[in-house]
């Protein structure tokens, strides 16, 4: 009996200090209020705006033409030549453009152009001195998604220490008459092949980044790609040729964007020599997904002011990068460092940036774009086994947000945050696709004015975050009148929305 008092003694006693503690605290907080009393009522209303839910009111009476299926992805559904076959997934994303470019990563012996035509001392206007079977097969998987092909003609990169193929090829004129025979070969049915009708035809990949995708001068790339563009316009004046799949694009100084030397000194060459020049392609990665509609809007008057106002503009390279930071993908970055770099950029930051970027690009002057990758690579919407990640649920829901593709107006959209919505063009529905990016707060409210049709109208609502991968997290009712949800979307994290009318 003594030990349990004794024991009780010293719980009141802790008892009792913790409440000095509480109000000692309480009087400081007090005092510190009473001193700075601005402050406080900042901090204070600072908090209650973080705990409060944010309005954006998705207005289904006024439309914006349709939203654009700008879902592209560099590299097809066959990895590792089919031991991993990502075709369903593409098909269920209806990826529109698919971009060839680091195909020999995970499938050797496909179209790069070394690959293909391996001895360059070879005639090649012989078909037998091409190897195009691999290239076949990865090419037949893409077409069997519905998807189109850009096709990239150069190399794939190398971080290698020694460079293997990234060199300017020895005799401009012969590289052009080997891309030609592998055009005829697509689009054609040259040397037993089909009749693809690839459109695009890209001269290169960043051949600003060197030396991993370039070994020469600018000079020297100026000229093969004048050779190449003239050469494919001259033989198929109906395909589209463009490049160079621009490492770099430039700065932002001041407000003021400066491209790069080699941007501006590419498009002078084009245009003073007039050098064919159907669409000019450009990268971006990056951790700040409202750089890349403000970059697409400079590169698109790049183009303008040297007098490209007809040339489209590519985007075909993209995806996050967090922290704005490329040391761990090479060796430093090996190990554990490396996996939690790419386990951001495909978990739910990535998803919710990804889902940034696909509601701004529909306001941003581009014509194509690419995701990279749309395969199992570090950086792509799948695992190494296949498995699709946040990213993938991310494409997703917008590829079922063009189930509803009229575009609707969306306003009061807070910082860190995106949305985008359409409707149905015949029936009453629509869907709504949120990104919360990096906003705090952590509950969002949906006005609708202007619902076209009857009183009540059925909803669902799907997630993708940490635990859902676009399952759905609420259902229920609304009326037509003064209609509102009120929904839970903490950062970083997806939502989209359906509302079904009767």
């Not at 592209?72 to 698919?98: K, Q």
């Not at 080997?178 to 890209?202: D, K, P, Q, S, T």
């Not at 001269?203 to 370039?214: A, C, K, L, Y």
């Not at 993908?329 to 460092?337: I, P, R, S, Y």
Request: neutral net charge; charged residues 20%.
């Amino acid at each position: 009996m003594s030990a349990c008092l004794q024991a009780m003694g010293m719980a009141l006693c802790r008892f009792m200090k913790i409440q000095r503690f509480v109000a000692d605290a309480g009087n400081a907080v007090m005092r510190w209020c009473h001193k700075w009393p601005t402050v406080a009522l900042v901090l204070f209303a600072t908090l209650s705006v973080i705990r409060a839910a944010v309005e954006i009111q998705v207005d289904a009476s006024r439309t914006n033409g349709l939203i654009r299926p700008l879902h592209g992805v560099n590299l097809g559904p066959l990895c590792y030549r089919g031991m991993v076959d990502l075709t369903a997934y593409h098909r269920e994303l209806a990826v529109p453009y698919t971009r060839l470019h680091d195909v020999v990563w995970l499938n050797a012996h496909a179209v790069d152009i070394s690959t293909i035509f391996r001895d360059f001392r070879q005639d090649p206007r012989d078909p037998s001195n091409y190897d195009f079977a691999c290239t076949d097969d990865y090419l037949a998987a893409i077409t069997n998604t519905g998807s189109r092909i850009i096709y990239r003609l150069g190399e794939s990169i190398e971080h290698t220490p020694r460079k293997y193929r990234v060199h300017p090829p020895p005799d401009p004129r012969h590289w052009a008459e080997i891309c030609l025979g592998i055009i005829r070969h697509y689009n054609e049915g040259w040397a037993g092949g089909f009749r693809h009708n690839i459109e695009y035809w890209e001269i290169w990949n960043e051949p600003d980044v060197r030396p991993s995708m370039w070994t020469g001068t600018d000079a020297q790339f100026f000229e093969l790609y004048e050779i190449t563009a003239r050469a494919i316009k001259n033989q198929f004046p109906h395909l589209k040729v463009g490049g160079p799949a621009l490492g770099g694009t430039g700065d932002f100084v001041e407000g003021r964007f400066v491209p790069t030397k080699f941007a501006s000194n590419f498009l002078a060459f084009c245009r003073s020599r007039q050098v064919p020049l159907d669409f000019l392609s450009w990268h971006r990665y990056t951790s700040d997904p409202w750089d890349i509609p403000r970059r697409a809007q400079a590169m698109r008057c790049l183009l303008d002011d040297h007098g490209f106002n007809h040339t489209e503009s590519h985007f075909n390279e993209w995806n996050y990068l967090p922290r704005e930071d490329w040391m761990p993908m090479f060796k430093e970055g090996q190990g554990t460092t490396r996996e939690a770099w790419f386990r951001e950029m495909s978990g739910p930051a990535g998803a919710a940036f990804a889902a940034c970027v696909l509601s701004l690009l529909q306001s941003a002057p581009v014509d194509v774009a690419n995701f990279y990758t749309g395969e199992i690579q570090g950086f792509g919407l799948f695992n190494f086994h296949g498995v699709p990640q946040k990213n993938y649920y991310a494409f997703l829901a917008f590829r079922r947000l063009l189930d509803t593709p009229v575009r609707l107006d969306v306003s009061a959209v807070p910082r860190g945050m995106t949305a985008l919505a359409g409707r149905h063009p015949t029936r009453p529905a629509l869907g709504v696709f949120v990104s919360n990016f990096n906003q705090p707060a952590e509950e969002i409210t949906l006005r609708f004015p202007g619902l076209p049709w009857g009183q009540e109208a059925e909803w669902q609502w799907r997630v993708v975050d940490a635990n859902s991968n676009l399952e759905v997290r609420a259902r229920g009712k609304i009326q037509a009148q003064d209609a509102s949800l009120s929904l839970k979307l903490p950062a970083p994290s997806v939502g989209w929305l359906v509302v079904e009318g009767r």
